[in-house]
């Protein structure tokens, strides 16, 4: 699941490192791929994949992963024809779940996400339905021992940023989609090192889930959602009142 959330970091760390190492690897090449094929193999000359070269040294993604997936995308290598797809549903109280794809047989991933949507109980809304509850926005994640909040403040607000937050020890960045390399290029050349960069989809409301048997219910439709090869990201309008996720953290 895309995003900063109480489900997020209870997902990180009780997940089996090893597999989900590997995942992260497989999507993130996906993701590299893309953006070479869109901006060309150079980071120097594309900010959006030197961002995810970052991203991937942080997450120790091996060299020569990183540089056959910029080949893949260039079109050097096979295998770089991946097409994007969305798709949208409901989970357990009505929450909003929104799912990118980036694959290389759209009859195939169509498939298993809803088949995944069906054994939870849900169908599959009508495309924009529930994608127009979120927004689509430039995301950055700041460690706050890199710099403070004044400095961050004047450099991101004058590069075009729109909004800065403190979130718990970082401090999170949104920009519109059309100002994130700008700003991402401010960021990086006055030295300030990003934890996190990229575009994503920001819900306009947040629903905090009280009732353990939901979240459950929603955290078991969300992983499955991960799980699939060709799932990019899961973004959903809900986070978890601090007494569920401590439960949940527990078991």
């Known amino acids: 699941m895309s995003g900063h959330s109480k489900w997020a970091n209870i997902k990180h760390r009780k997940g089996k490192a090893d597999a989900a190492r590997g995942k ?40 020569e992963n990183i540089d056959r997936a910029i080949k893949k995308g260039t079109g050097e290598l096979e295998g770089g024809q991946l097409t994007e797809g969305s798709y949208e549903a409901y989970a357990a109280g009505g929450i909003a779940v929104v799912v990118k794809v980036l694959t290389d047989n759209k009859n195939r991933s169509a498939s298993e996400v809803r088949f995944t949507f069906s054994k939870a109980g849900s169908d599959l809304a009508p495309q924009g339905s529930v994608s127009r509850m979120f927004q ?31 979130d ?27 934890a996190e960069s990229e575009i994503t989809m920001i819900p306009d409301l947040v629903v905090e889930v009280a009732d353990i048997d939901q979240a459950r219910s929603i955290m078991k439709l969300v992983d499955a959602l991960d799980d699939l090869d060709d799932v990019q990201n899961v973004y959903a309008n809900f986070d978890l009142s601090d007494e569920v996720a401590a439960q949940l953290e527990a078991e």
């Open 136 to 166: 689509r926005k430039g995301q950055i994640f700041i460690d706050k021992d890199k710099t403070d909040e004044d400095t961050l403040m004047d450099l991101v607000l004058e590069a075009g940023a729109e909004d800065l937050k403190t």
């Open 168 to 194: 718990g020890d970082q401090f999170e960045v949104i920009t519109d989609p059309s100002d994130f390399d700008v700003v991402s290029e401010a960021i990086t050349n006055a030295g300030i090192e990003m």
């Open 24 to 63: 992260m690897f497989s999507k993130l090449a996906k993701d590299i791929m893309v953006a070479a094929s869109c901006g060309g193999g150079n980071p120097a000359e594309n900010i959006t994949l030197r961002a995810l070269i970052q991203k991937a040294k942080g997450i120790s993604m091996p060299k």
